[in-house]
């Protein structure tokens, strides 16, 4: 069996040809993890399901969730009459709650509560990294033999719609990489908060005082022709602040 982890994280419309496109296994991902219920979160869900029925997929499926996708994908399903021939098992996410759903391979996976307008949950993925003991790439620590295995965590945090909730700060605080929404700039402070979204500035006040290593920014807003914008506030905070792009690979270290 391979030691690969792979996941997927949300699933908008769209989301198996953007797969497909940029030539990732999508045929291989054992685990999804829905943040929420809107649609721009799980409405590729069931075209994936349903492409993976139809090229023969019999690897099983672990979805977490807040309550209510499988009672939404099994109506689906018995509407289009369509039985995938291969084991979905759903996980409840409880609601206001953190916990640990899962430990496969070398990945610890946590869930913490965010702050939208329907249930939903962020996610914080802790991977064990094994180096070689090498003295010239590891001489800041004290190795007595040069075949020693050092082990370090790296943490990634996705902190998917939500407001500004001081609460989120300890469940990501020191991770490597945090991905977090900032659909707005601070002009539309007042509109964030009514639809339970954050400003850019906010969400680099919260890697600020999370000391997270590197923040990634998403999720802005159509009313914004220049993204950059959004992310000039944010720098103004926390400098180590890059704007989230399709395709684009971030190594979490």
């Given at each position: 069996?391979?030691d ?16 497909k496109?940029m ?23 069931p075209?994936l ?7 023969g997929r019999?690897?099983?499926l672990?979805?977490?969730?807040p ?14 009459r ?21 430990v ?27 180096s070689?003991?090498d003295?010239?790439?590891f001489?800041?620590i ?21 407001a500004?909730d ?8 020191g ?15 007042e ?6 979204h954050?400003?850019a500035?906010?969400?680099?006040i ?12 998403g999720h802005?807003?159509?009313r914004?022709?220049d993204?950059?914008?959004l992310l000039?506030?944010?720098r ?5 602040t ?9 190594i979490v270290t």
């Amino acid at each position: 069996m391979s030691d690969e982890f792979v996941g997927l994280v949300d699933c908008g419309e769209g989301t198996q040809f953007r797969l497909k496109a940029m030539q990732l296994p999508w045929g291989k991902v054992r685990y999804i993890f829905i943040s929420h219920l809107h649609g721009d979160h799980v409405y590729g869900l069931p075209p994936l399901l349903t492409t993976w029925h139809l090229t023969g997929r019999t690897q099983p499926l672990d979805i977490w969730s807040p309550p209510g996708l499988e009672d939404m994908i099994t109506r689906l399903f018995e509407h289009t009459r369509c039985q995938p021939g291969f084991t979905i098992r759903f996980h409840e996410v409880q609601e206001g709650a953190a916990s640990r759903l899962l430990v496969a391979r070398n990945v610890t996976v946590r869930s913490f509560p965010l702050r939208h307008r329907i249930p939903c949950t962020g996610f914080l993925f802790e991977a064990e990294v094994t180096s070689g003991g090498d003295r010239k790439a590891f001489s800041r620590i004290d190795v007595t033999d040069e075949h020693e295995q050092v082990k370090t965590i790296h943490r990634y945090a996705y902190c998917s719609d939500t407001a500004f909730d001081q609460d989120i700060i300890r469940h990501v605080r020191g991770a490597n990489l945090m991905y977090h929404e900032a659909t707005f700039r601070e002009m539309h402070r007042e509109k964030a908060a009514q639809t339970g979204h954050i400003t850019a500035l906010d969400a680099a006040i919260m890697a600020t005082r999370a000391e997270v290593g590197r923040l990634l920014i998403g999720h802005f807003s159509a009313r914004y022709p220049d993204a950059g914008i959004l992310l000039d506030e944010a720098r103004q905070q926390f400098p180590a602040t890059d704007g989230a792009e399709e395709g684009q690979i971030y190594i979490v270290t």
